[in-house]
């Protein structure tokens, strides 16, 4: 697909404007400086038409406009007198100004980008219809400029059928992102080699506290970091269950034409914490999926959000909107109208079931 040139984007009735924004600027501030008092002096601000025209124009036209705004600049000011001169000192010091602007705003950019590719990095983007599974989710961090923390989630098809885990690594920062990309990292690997669903939880387990262990040895203070998740295992033999284990996480729910249903009743300690059990890790639960049922899996964000009388958000599924793009869309947007889009903590929903035949049948890697 080609670019779209400055020009195309500003048009009224297929003629290119693009010049008008930054004129209209140019005219308004010689009109306010020649309409205020002397003492108020305006037309330093023309330093901004040649920027606003090279977000607009073209390199002919951004040089047409920093020719104009400087001429104007000189003839308005001296056209006063000499006491109420902004004088070139000004002129310069506004053009020193927006350069220092235009600094930070790529220095912003750049973080953004970078931050941006983090995220794809660790929450890896995913085909709708992957491994046999159809899917649905969304991430809201709390921190907007972060655009990445402690909440992950993937799928992994392989030989075994497909695995599920979606999780929330405790704390904030790059040390809860450090950590979450270690579990997946591990749960990538382990779900597409390991027969048993018990084994690849034991794996992200020991992935906790050696990840722990190494952090620690640097010296930092966050090495005990813990992890509550959800693991579920779809199985290639038995289209007619889930495999689940819960691990210290919110439980999930599933949502089906007939009604809506918890998954589990309770589930077992955090990732990390597992040597503080007596009983040992939670146990695999088959739990019976008819067709079309969707299982749906929220962070803590969903439910500690609260509105401005401090009411929690009783998450709740609706039975008409089983698709998980449509479940996905109403918890967000639940979420984010209850708590008038403060969010206290990063947010994930995701919702999966069994694709069609027809949608998901042979989607498997390499």
Not at 67 to 85: E, K, N
Not at 137 to 157: K, W
Not at 252 to 263: A, E, T
Request: proline content about 7%; glycine content about 12%.
């Amino acid at each position: 697909m080609s670019g779209v040139g400055r020009g195309q984007v500003l048009r009224v009735r297929g003629r290119g404007v693009a010049w008008l924004p930054p004129l209209l600027l140019l005219v308004a501030i010689t009109a306010i400086d020649y309409n205020t008092a002397a003492e108020l002096r305006m037309i330093s601000w023309v330093v901004l038409v040649p920027g606003i025209a090279a977000a607009t124009c073209g390199v002919a036209g951004t040089a047409v406009f920093a020719a104009l705004a400087l001429v104007t600049y000189v003839a308005a000011d001296s056209s006063w007198p000499h006491q109420y001169q902004s004088g070139l000192p000004d002129f310069i010091l506004a053009v020193l100004a927006c350069a220092v602007r235009l600094r930070g705003e790529r220095s912003m950019l750049h973080m953004r980008g970078v931050a941006d590719t983090t995220r794809r990095t660790v929450l890896r983007p995913l085909p709708p219809v992957w491994g046999g599974l159809e899917h649905a989710e969304v991430y809201l961090a709390a921190d907007s400029e972060a655009r990445v923390g402690g909440d992950f989630y993937d799928i992994q098809p392989g030989p075994h059928g497909t695995r599920v885990l979606v999780g929330d690594v405790q704390g904030k920062g790059l040390g809860a992102v450090e950590e979450a990309a270690a579990l997946l990292g591990t749960f990538r690997e382990a779900a597409y080699h390991e027969p048993a669903l018990a084994t690849v939880a034991e794996r992200l387990e020991i992935r906790v506290r050696r990840h722990g262990g190494h952090v620690t040895a640097l010296g930092r203070d966050d090495g005990d970091r813990f992890a509550t998740a959800v693991l579920l295992g779809f199985p290639e033999a038995d289209t007619g269950v889930v495999e689940a284990m819960v691990f210290g996480h919110e439980p999930p729910l599933v949502v089906g034409p007939s009604g809506v249903r918890p998954l589990l009743a309770a589930g077992g300690l955090p990732l990390g914490l597992g040597a503080l059990s007596a009983d040992g890790p939670p146990p695999v639960h088959r739990v019976p999926l008819g067709p079309g049922e969707t299982v749906l899996l929220t962070s803590d964000g969903v439910t500690e959000a609260r509105d401005p009388a401090g009411e929690f958000y009783a998450l709740a599924g609706d039975p008409r909107a089983v698709e998980p793009r449509r479940l996905v869309a109403l918890v967000r947007d639940g979420t984010l109208g209850h708590c008038g889009g403060h969010l206290l903590d990063d947010t994930t929903v995701f919702a999966v079931r069994r694709a069609d035949e027809r949608a998901g049948k042979g989607r498997r890697p390499s």
